[in-house]
């Protein structure tokens, strides 16, 4: 009798514990969004951002004209998606031990990511991939590009701009190392090489909220190293690796900012909303 309750116990748990075992990993948190931004699950679902949300393993974030969102990663990491550009968190691991992991697919667009502990202490495993490179670092401070064909902001093709630090742009003619204040491209034509350019692109610009993005990135960096122990103290005491992260602390002085953004979104998405409705009355 004891033996076919524990059968029981087991078929019924089996299930739950799948379910966890299969829920995404949270990769980070939003810490600012403005504009239209839109997110997709690994399961298809779309949902819209908002201020204090996770975002999971295989999120893609995408960006429309004037949107932006920033993200505050499990590692300490700190990400800009700029305007008209589409990423996919392929993989985002923050354990605190050497199979952290930080692999991001750039489709199109441009992004600014300042690194954290896993650019630190796991070099080889932070890559940032367009359909031409792969990008990686040496502990920094960085912008990647990948623009298509028709793109106004400039020749397309990827580009990295190192603003601290070090990376390099690898392809399949080869590997070119950047180091700060420099640029490296990789046009789409069969065989270019990457290059190091002569001057920065007038597209590298800084956006609406690039004030407020590095100040929050400093405040974060001086205290990487206590979040990473921090987290593995967390696992040392909840059974191991694979324990899904907390999300990254947020301050109670960003909330009233973060209210203003999101009722701003709201009143764009009601705009939008409301032009569609005009347009298709005006069509009957």
């Known amino acids: 009798m004891a033996r076919a309750l524990v059968l029981v116990l087991c078929a019924c748990l089996a299930p739950l514990a799948q379910a966890q075992h299969d829920a995404p990993r949270v990769a980070g948190a939003i810490e600012l969004t403005d504009g239209d931004v839109l997110l997709e699950g690994r399961d298809g679902k779309t949902r819209l951002p908002a201020s ?3 975002v999971f393993e295989g999120d893609t ?3 429309f004209p004037n949107g932006e969102i ?9 990400l800009i998606v700029r305007e008209n550009s589409k990423i996919t968190i392929a993989e985002y691991v923050a354990d605190g031990g050497e199979k952290d992991r930080s692999l991001i697919d750039l489709a199109k667009g441009a992004l600014r990511s300042i690194t954290g502990w896993i650019g630190q202490h796991n070099r080889a495993n932070y890559k940032i991939r367009t359909p031409l490179v792969t990008i990686g670092v040496r502990g920094t401070d960085h912008e990647p590009s990948h623009l298509l064909e028709g793109d106004p902001r400039g020749e397309p093709g990827s580009y990295d701009k190192v603003n601290e630090g070090r990376t390099y742009m690898q392809g399949p003619q080869g590997t070119v190392e950047v180091p700060a204040n420099r640029v490296v491209f990789r046009g789409h034509a069969r065989g270019a090489r990457a290059r190091l350019l002569a001057t920065t692109p007038g597209f590298f610009r800084p956006g609406r909220f690039e004030r407020r993005f590095e100040g929050r990135a400093r405040e974060v960096r001086r205290t990487i190293q206590e979040r990473r122990e921090a ?10 690796p694979g324990t899904r992260p907390r999300p990254p602390e947020r301050s109670l002085k960003d909330r009233p900012q973060r209210q203003r953004l999101e009722q701003r979104r709201d009143r764009r998405v009601e705009q939008r909303r409301e032009r569609r409705r005009s347009a298709r009355d005006q069509r009957q």
Do not use: I, K, P, Y
Request: glycine share 16%.
């Open 52 to 54: 204090g949300e996770n």
């Open 61 to 63: 974030v995408t960006t």
């Open 70 to 78: 920033h993200l505050q990663m499990a590692d300490g990491a700190s």
């Open 231 to 240: 987290r593995r103290e967390f696992l040392r005491q909840r059974g191991g």
